[in-house]
């Protein structure tokens, strides 16, 4: 039932026909507090029109308004305020999502439409920085969220495997490395060999020079450069794949940048062709001054090809092989330019579905303010992080529920959750710091906050034995109620904001509402009270229940039973 669609038919029927049903649609508000009602209507763009004062228009069309399907229409000085018949609201909503379930809030808007989603893509033989951990949640969620619409999500892993910085590695490794050490700790010891790198290489350039034709070897197809690559490829990819596994994600393709290896040529032809290839000190580029952005280079004076010539043919592949509607790239902020010169470059090669690129930036996370560089060798490493969160995690489960059953699967879904909830639940462009001991606690704008309260409510159902709902009167009354109920009956807008937006943090941001607004409804109502509206109360509960977790999951957050 749409409630608004109520107040929009009752406004139709007395406002003056110049105005259209989609104005008063548009113009409708909600109100921040309950007691200006559910919808209010503001008249100001009637007084010219009906050469009144909007507060005199107000008070007259009060009086015209037919009242039958609302609680009370009133008039707030220039706004007519309406109040939903909450018996029929709680009714529909409650019925409504428990009938559907788990596919409340579902659309089909999507309904055959691929939309691949560039995500995670970290680099091969460094470790996976907190960084790479928001594109992978933020990519993990983004697919769940336009999934719920019936798009096709398709997750994509554009590994950083090809590059100058495998010459360096394989400079490094020869010089300082051995097979036995690697093997031991494959990426901590690669990343060794390139901090080190980095490091002799200020005093001895040369060293740059052996790495570049190392790397020249690579694209060649050299064996012993190609073997040593793969190695270090194959080694990472184990390490990478623990940490997919803890949050639970997965990847439909692992095709990193070396998998277009053998698609460039055809894009370099294609720039050639339409003459946008230009040659600058040996490299090819193109030129992008006239959008004031520096040239977008193709190809290095030795013939190696770059990131961007390797996205160029990536964005290409994807276009043919997925047909997408959308095609998306969840990457820091910081790499903001290299996408506008890339869909510029798409563009000037005729390419029209360029506009379908959508770059889906993120912010920085800080500790203590810093930001983290890998070259310098000061990371985070990410398992050590969701160790740690998931011991914090047992910490209270000890202190909160000594006998719990298998305190260690919830503490590991409580403690990775509560990482990628704090993840999520910021607008995705603000930067952040971390802090652990914040992002793992029970109370407040956290994962296990909302975690605890579905465990809660769980345990309330458990207490109550089993209901059948398949009953006409599912109203409940009680005024702590009605604020949840609200949020539940917003739940299906949610999901197409976020989609939309592309922002997981809409979904973060209602679940934290809806979780505070049952705690206080839990607080201030006896629910398991033997009355006659016990069965709805229940009813509610379970509905706040199916919403906490189909929320959690759009988050790629695990939702336990008990904590
Ligand atoms: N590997 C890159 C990095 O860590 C991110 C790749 C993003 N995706 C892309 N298609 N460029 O910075």
Redesign the pocket.
Known sequence: MDFKQQVVDALVKVLPEEITEEQITKLIEKPKTSDLGDYAFPTFILAKTMHKAPNMIAEDLVGKIETADFEKVVNTGAYINFFLDKKEFSNNVLHEVLTKKNEYGNADEGKGRNVPI?MS???IAKPMSMG?LRSTVIGNSIAKIIKKLNYQPVKIN?L?DWGTQFGKLIVGYKMWGSEEEVEADPINNLLKYYVRFHKEAEEKPELDDEARAWFKKMEDGDKEALDLWSWFKELSLKEFQTIYDRLDVQFDHFTGESFYNDKMDAIVDTLEEKGLLKESRGAEIVDLSEYDLSPALIKKTDGATLYITR?LA?AKYRKDTFDFVKSL?V?GSE?AEHFTKLKIVLKKMGYDWADDIVYIPFGLITTGGKKLSTRKGNVILLDNVLNDAVDLAKKQIEEKNPDLKNKDAVAEAVGVGAVVFHDLKNDRRDSFDFNLEEVVRFEGETGPYVQYTNARALSILRKAGAVDYNVDDLAVTDEEAWDTIKLLQDFPNVVDRAASEYEPSVVAKYVLKLAKSFNQYYAHSKILAEDEGLKARLALVKSVSIVLQMSLALLGVKAPEEM
């Open positions: 560039d893509s970290p680099n790479h554009h950083g996205d990536a790239y990457v790499q």
